[in-house]
């Protein structure tokens, strides 16, 4: 006698992009199982992660949509401008620079800051409310195996089928390996330091991308006098930064920094990311695809990397829910292959888009200083240019499945 499937869908990893996936599965009234290797209270640990993620407008609806921001009271940092400025350590800024202002292209902010934690704490909530969705957490997935179904073997030893996979289990996915599709990529030779800042004056929803030779330093305004540090570094230069104690970091943080918040000092903890290109080469397998880090690992200069997952998310719900109320096998190639035509390009051109501006900015060469001052200077004066960099930031633009207009899968 042969079984059905456990669940319609079984999503290999829990994370940022995991959790909505099956979020956005069951509002399409498809039965979800997550493992995920951690245990829910470790990733949500104050101590776990550091980062705060800027999450695009057109992400933000879907988040919305999908029940995730009710859980998110108080905690979201509306962006309300992006000044983008190049400059040398304890030198300051160049007098060029790019100012994104949201008022001009709509009523909204163009995304907002949310911590890392908070988001992991608002997604298990949204999951836990979910009757359609079991998630199985701390358990790995130790083993796929392809056929009629997909059936993962966990780590206790016990099977679990579905009609399809996703892998959203992160850059170095067990499950993209085990299926033998190859990646693309390099080492960035940078590290990404995280760490909080607390300053005087309010930041007013400011983001600040300031290129220094080293690499990009990020300011990311947080909820309150806070903001959240992306501070790349060449990664042996990382490695010495990370080692110099409280003062010492706090007086390179400051060179960096400045003055124009007032007094400031980090808080808490410190964390590093090595940051490497990683592409794969395929995202489809008969009954297996892959989302977020584990097709695209890509440099958060930008800081786009989730938002890339959430459209996977988005597109990827939309195939798999289209296909079953029409009847097909969600699990079926020719189904699959239209999630990947639809993201893949859009994933590939984006990443080589912050690989092109990590080079261009993280150099101290003369001539390509200056022809990237008088770049800023000149699209900062161009209104419809600084409107398109505007409506790509928010993820508000080309073919956007149903969930990123705000609308139900
Ligand atoms: C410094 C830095 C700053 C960033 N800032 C931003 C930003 O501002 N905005 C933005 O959009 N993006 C940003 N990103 C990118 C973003 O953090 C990632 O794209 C995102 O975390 C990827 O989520 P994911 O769920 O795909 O993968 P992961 O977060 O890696 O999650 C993978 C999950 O899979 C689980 N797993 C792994 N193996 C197994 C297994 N065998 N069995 C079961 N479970 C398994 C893990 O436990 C984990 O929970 C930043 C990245 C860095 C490094």
Redesign the pocket.
């Given at each position: 006698m042969t079984h059905g499937p456990d669940s319609d869908i079984l999503i290999?990893?829990?994370?940022?992009?995991?959790l909505p996936l099956a979020l956005a599965c069951a509002q399409g009234g498809l039965s979800v199982t997550v493992?995920?290797?951690?245990d829910p209270a470790t990733?949500t640990d104050a101590k776990f992660d550091g980062?705060?993620?800027?999450?695009?407008l057109a992400s933000c609806r879907m988040l919305e949509q999908l029940g995730v921001t009710q859980h998110l009271e108080g905690q979201m940092q509306p962006i309300n401008d992006i000044m983008v400025t190049d400059g040398r350590v304890r030198e300051g800024a160049s007098p060029f620079f790019l100012h994104f202002d949201h008022r001009e292209i709509g009523n909204e902010p163009l995304g907002n800051?949310i911590e890392?934690r908070h988001i992991r704490i608002a997604l298990q909530k949204a999951v836990a409310a979910e009757p359609l969705i079991r998630l199985l957490a701390p358990?790995?997935?130790?083993r796929l195996d392809y056929g009629a179904q997909a059936v993962a073997t966990l780590g206790n030893g016990e099977t679990v089928s579905a009609r399809l996979c996703f892998a959203?289990?992160?850059?170095?996915?067990?499950?993209r390996e085990a299926a033998g599709i190859k990646t693309i990529g390099w080492d960035y030779g940078q590290t990404?330091i995280?760490s909080t800042v607390e300053h005087e004056l309010p930041h007013e929803g400011v983001a600040q991308e300031y290129f220094l030779p080293g690499g990009p330093f990020a300011i990311?305004p947080m909820v309150g006098n806070r903001s959240s540090l992306?501070w790349t570094e060449k990664t042996e230069d990382a490695k010495a930064i990370l080692a110099l104690d409280d003062a010492a970091f706090a007086d390179e943080m400051r060179a960096r920094f400045g003055d124009y918040l007032g007094a400031c000092a980090p808080v808490g903890p410190r964390w590093s990311?090595p940051?490497t290109l990683q592409l794969a080469r395929d995202y489809i397998r008969p009954r297996l695809a892959l989302?977020?880090?584990?097709a695209h690992?890509i440099h958060?200069i930008a800081?786009?990397?989730?938002?890339?997952?959430l459209r996977d998310v988005a597109a990827a719900a939309e195939v798999v829910v289209d296909a079953a109320r029409l009847g097909l096998d969600i699990g079926a190639l020719d189904v699959l292959e239209r999630y990947q035509r639809w993201r893949r390009f859009d994933n590939v051109a984006l990443s080589l888009l912050m690989d092109g501006l990590n080079r261009l900015f993280s150099n101290d060469i003369g001539p390509v200083r200056l022809a990237r001052d008088l770049g800023l200077g000149v699209v900062s004066r161009i209104g419809p240019a600084r409107r398109f960099f505007m409506r790509h930031a928010g993820g508000v633009v080309g073919d956007l499945p149903r969930l990123l207009r705000g609308e139900a899968v």
């Open positions: 290999a990893g829990g994370g940022l992009s995991g493992v995920d290797a951690l990733a980062r705060v993620s800027a999450i695009a800051l890392n358990q790995s997935v130790t959203a289990d992160g850059r170095n996915s067990p499950a990404g995280v990311l992306v990311y940051l989302i977020g880090d584990a690992g958060p800081g786009q990397g989730l938002n890339l997952g």
